[in-house]
């Protein structure tokens, strides 16, 4: 006799759907948007413990203050490109139903003339409120993103922010913070640089600067020097001239317990180069630590290279290599005036900095380590 046909035979097995990942709560998502003077890049995030979770980002060059040098004023078609990105930025802030959000223009939009005219082009034409910020608030955004980067070992911090159109420099005196609350009393001058009545150890603001030099603006005015080895010297030895008024210039610094973050497209290019990356990954350059004499070592392979080899090195990249120069020259200047055995590369910066100010503000962020 055959045996029998098991009762359900030949039914089809029933779908098991493995759940979608679930879309992140419109309430709890943060925009920061940073327009300088070489790019436009936009962060979207929520908050993650004591620090965020990216959701979705942009970044594009477009090279806001071409010419601005010359003419004192934003071109038509740089302000067309920008007009174009900012347009792909409005539509991600709709897609993911962003409510809380900065949206910042920084140095090219400070000094234009017509900068006012061209942030109520942007409103009319994208619906976008772009806030112009002023230097110091520039510069403590820059400080803190760089607050998980902090070792508990630092009692000198200097913090350098290479923009395209302005370098910031802030000196820190973390010395009377304890230890494992330094990266956390850095987190707190989203307040602001001067001391504030607080329960907590607060970090010192020695003192801090805005140098109107950065890769674009720098590279602008030295662009008649023919020589490449020329120019490079005299971008770095002028830009030392203009650290003069930073008080923390008159004094030698110790190498122990002292350490620099730097965060720049500058930076991350000279991290990538030392390590040899043929193709760039964050993972692997922010928070690299970097000696003084490696750094020097990379910058005196650029100027070999020549300009003709900097822009085929797939190291340096497209993009980057018409300014390299200028910004490591920025970068040379700050390393012969405090040479260091730890500094930190920030892949990180203002949109960071404004998202963890928001947050902090909001009370969303949880107490701990980053």
Known sequence: MAPKRPKGAGAFPKVVESPAPARPDPDALYAALDLGTNSCRMLIAQPKGSGFHVVDS??????LGSGLERTGRLS??????????LRICQQKLKRNKVRRMRLVATEACRRAKNARDFIRQVKRETGLTLEIIQPEEEARLAVISCAPLVSTKTEQLLVVDIGGGSTELVWIDLSSVPRRDRPSAIMR????????????PTAKVVDWI?????VATLRDQFHDVEDDAARFALMSWFFEENLADFAPYKDEQAREGFQIVGTSGTVTTVAASHLGLKRYDRTKVDGLRMTSDQIDKVIRGYLELGPQGRR???RIGEDRQALIMSGSAILQALLRCWPTDRLSVADRGL??????????ADGVLEDGPF
């Not at 038509?76 to 990105?85: D, H, L, P, W």
């Open 210 to 214: 805005s140098v109107p030099l950065g």
């Open 351 to 360: 949109r960071e900095g404004l998202l963890y100010a928001q947050m902090s």
């Open 58 to 63: 942009f970044s594009k060059s477009v090279q």
């Open 76 to 85: 038509r078609s740089s302000m067309a490109r920008t007009i174009q990105a």
């Open 189 to 200: 001058l989203h307040h602001g640089f001067h001391t504030v009545d607080s329960p907590f």
């Open 312 to 314: 085929r090195d797939p």
